[in-house]
């Protein structure tokens, strides 16, 4: 079995004491380049630099719901 998460503490304790963690480097800009063309995202640019190396945040990133997260902080 294999799970994720962004942050080990959000796992239960008994859940982290009977896993082993692998830390995933964020993938260079070069090979994002090419998921991106790969998977023909739009907005490739704005998506890999917004990812920070992670192919699965560039491909699932709303943009309308970014920016209109960031106009709302902005706003405060």
């Avoid at 800009?29 to 739009?42: G, I, K, S, T």
């Avoid at 992670?54 to 709303?62: E, I, K, N, R, T």
């Avoid at 943009?63 to 709302?72: C, E, G, M, S, T």
């Amino acid at each position: 079995m294999i799970m994720t998460s962004e942050n080990a503490y959000d796992l239960l304790p008994t859940i982290r004491s009977r896993s082993v963690m692998f830390q995933l480097s964020p993938l260079p800009v070069e090979a994002m380049r090419e998921f991106a063309n790969a998977r023909q995202l739009d907005n490739a640019t704005r998506r890999i630099a917004l990812s920070a190396g992670s192919p699965g945040v560039a491909a699932s990133l709303d943009l309308a719901v970014y920016d209109k997260r960031r106009a709302a902080m902005h706003a405060c």
